[in-house]
C-alpha cells in the first residue's frame, strides 16, 4: 500500500507512518494540496490519502476529480472535534481519525479502507491444488486470470503470485474496474497530458506506467467498457499505452493479472467482452472453489479471524467451541471468505466466556445461524428429497422412479413443464408415467395445485 500524508501532521502520525511502513507500505509526505497534486500525478501515486483537516479537503477533492485521479481519502485532527469529523466526511473523506492514534485503530482504518489484507489461509485439498499451480506460474511473465465468486479472495491470490515472482520488489498496483466510473478509468489506467479535457493542468500518470517493472491487477475486468477493452488489449499486445491527448506511444514492462467474478464466455457470447482480450488475459486460469466446496478451510480461516480481530479489539482469544466449529461448517457462506470474516468479527464481540459459541455466530441482523428460518419452498424440497431418498433398500427401481415424479410435480405445484425440466424428461415422458400411475389408483397432483386428487390431469 502506498501511503500519502498530506499537511503538517509528521510528528503526530508516527505511529500510523510505523504501522503502514511494518506492512509493508511506503509513505510520502506532502506538505500542502499542491505538492499532494503532484504526488498524485508523478507516477508513483498513492492508495491512500491521509489528510490534516486543517487542509480544505472540499477542495482537494475537487482537483482530484477534475484531473481524474480516484484514490481514498482519510481525514485526521488532533482533537475529537465531531463538527470537524463531520465536516470532512461531507466534504468527501472516508473516514476521521482523532490524534495522537491509537495504533488499532490506524491499522483497522488503513485496512478497510485500502482492502490491502495479503494473508492467504487455506488447508482444504480444492484450494491447495489452487495454490501449487499458482506456485508454478509465478516465476512467469504469463498473464493470469483469477475467477471466482465474490469474496473467494481473488485479490489475495493475486498478491501472492505477484509476491512470489521475479517482480515481487516492484510496484502491485490494483484497480477496481467496477468501483471507478466509466469516464474516469481511462485515464486512471493510461494517464492523460495536460490539457487533454477540462481540468487536465498538467500531465498524469496512470496505473500502467506507475505499475511498470511490476504487476497490475485489473479487479473485476468484465465490468469494463468495450472501447477501453481494446486499448487494454493493444496495451498487452505491443507493450505500449497511449496517454488520453498524448500522441507518443509510451512503453511499460508489466505483468497483468485480472479477476472477474463472472463467466467472461458468457460475455463474450453477449458482446459484452473481447474474445480476443480474454484470450490475451487467459494464459493461465486460476478459478478459486467456493467457500462451501472447501468445508476444511472454514475452521482454518475461521479461526485466524478469531485470533485476528481479538487482537484488533483488545479482548481474550477465545477458540470455537465444537457447538460452533458445526454451525460454521453447516452454513453455506454465500458471501464466501468475507462473509464468514464478518460473521467471526461479530462472533469475537459477542462471545461470553471461554469459548466462541453457537449463541455468539449471528447473521448481521442478530439471528442465529443455526436457528434461522428455512424458506417454506426450500423446506419442502429438503423434505420431499428426504422422503424419496428414505429407506431405499428393499424398494424397486420403479417404486423409487414413481415417488420421485410424484413428489417432484408436488414441489411443481402439478406443473407439469417444470417438473420435466427438474427430472431431466421430456413433458410426453412425464404424461405417460403419471396417466400410467394413475390407471394403478395412485393419486395424482392436479395442474396448479399441489393438492393430490385421484384422477391424472395429462
Not at 475529537?80 to 461531507?90: G, S
Amino acid at each position: 500500500m502506498r501511503l500519502l500524508i498530506v499537511g503538517t501532521l509528521k510528528g503526530q502520525l508516527t505511529t500510523a507512518t510505523k504501522i503502514a511502513m511494518e506492512n509493508g507500505a511506503t509513505v510520502t509526505h506532502a506538505e500542502d494540496i499542491e505538492l499532494a497534486m503532484r504526488v498524485a500525478r508523478g507516477g508513483k501515486g498513492a492508495d491512500l490519502l491521509l489528510v490534516d483537516v486543517a487542509i480544505d479537503i472540499r477542495d482537494l477533492v475537487m482537483r482530484l476529480e477534475a484531473e481524474h485521479i480516484h484514490v481514498p481519502i482519510v481525514a485526521c485532527g488532533i482533537t475529537n472535534d465531531a463538527r470537524a469529523a463531520v465536516a470532512a466526511i461531507h466534504a468527501g473523506a472516508k473516514e476521521y481519525i482523532p490524534l495522537p492514534p491509537e495504533p488499532e485503530l490506524i491499522a483497522a482504518v488503513l485496512a478497510a479502507v485500502a482492502n490491502d489484507s495479503r494473508d492467504l489461509i487455506y488447508r482444504d485439498e480444492a484450494m491447495a491444488k489452487v495454490v501449487k499451480l499458482a506456485q508454478q506460474i509465478a516465476g512467469s511473465d504469463a498473464s493470469v486470470m483469477i475467477t471466482g465468486e465474490s469474496g473467494t479472495g481473488k485479490e489475495v491470490l493475486a498478491r501472492y503470485v505477484h509476491s512470489r515472482s521475479a517482480r515481487a520488489k516492484k510496484p502491485f498496483i490494483s484497480v477496481n474496474c467496477a468501483a471507478i466510473p466509466e469516464h474516469l478509468l481511462e485515464s486512471e489506467l493510461f494517464g492523460h497530458e495536460k490539457g487533454a479535457f477540462t481540468g487536465a493542468i498538467a500531465r498524469r500518470i496512470g496505473k500502467f506506467e506507475e505499475a511498470t517493472g511490476g504487476t497490475l491487477l485489473l479487479d473485476e475486468i468484465s465490468e469494463m467498457d468495450v472501447r477501453l477493452q481494446s486499448k487494454l488489449l493493444r496495451a498487452i499486445q505491443e507493450r505500449v499505452i497511449d496517454r488520453v491527448g498524448g500522441t507518443k506511444p509510451v512503453p511499460v514492462d508489466i505483468r497483468i493479472i485480472a479477476t472477474s467474478n463472472r463467466n467472461l464466455a458468457d460475455a463474450v457470447r453477449e458482446g459484452t467482452f473481447r474474445e480476443d482480450l480474454l484470450f490475451r488475459l487467459n494464459v493461465v486460469n486460476l478459478k478459486i472453489p467456493a467457500l462451501r466446496d472447501r468445508p476444511t478451510d472454514v475452521l482454518e480461516l475461521a479461526q485466524h479471524f478469531a485470533r485476528k480481530y481479538a487482537n484488533a479489539n483488545g479482548v481474550p482469544v477465545r477458540p470455537l467451541s465444537a457447538e460452533a466449529r458445526k454451525v460454521l461448517t453447516a452454513n453455506r457462506w454465500q458471501g464466501n471468505v468475507r462473509e464468514l470474516e464478518n460473521t467471526i468479527h461479530r462472533s469475537v464481540l459477542m462471545a461470553q466466556g471461554d469459548e466462541i459459541g453457537p449463541e455468539a455466530i449471528l447473521s448481521p441482523d442478530g439471528d442465529r445461524l443455526d436457528l434461522a428460518k428455512t424458506a417454506p419452498a426450500v423446506a419442502h424440497a429438503t423434505l420431499a428429497a428426504e422422503q424419496v431418498t428414505r429407506a431405499l433398500v428393499g424398494r424397486t427401481v420403479a417404486d423409487v422412479e414413481r415417488d420421485l415424479i410424484l413428489e417432484t410435480l408436488k414441489h411443481c405445484l402439478g406443473n407439469r413443464t417444470h417438473a420435466a425440466n427438474i427430472l431431466g424428461i421430456s413433458i410426453r415422458t412425464l404424461r405417460n408415467k403419471l396417466n400410467e400411475y394413475a390407471d394403478a389408483g395412485q393419486p395424482i397432483p392436479p395442474p396448479g395445485s399441489g393438492e393430490a386428487r385421484g384422477v391424472a390431469a395429462a
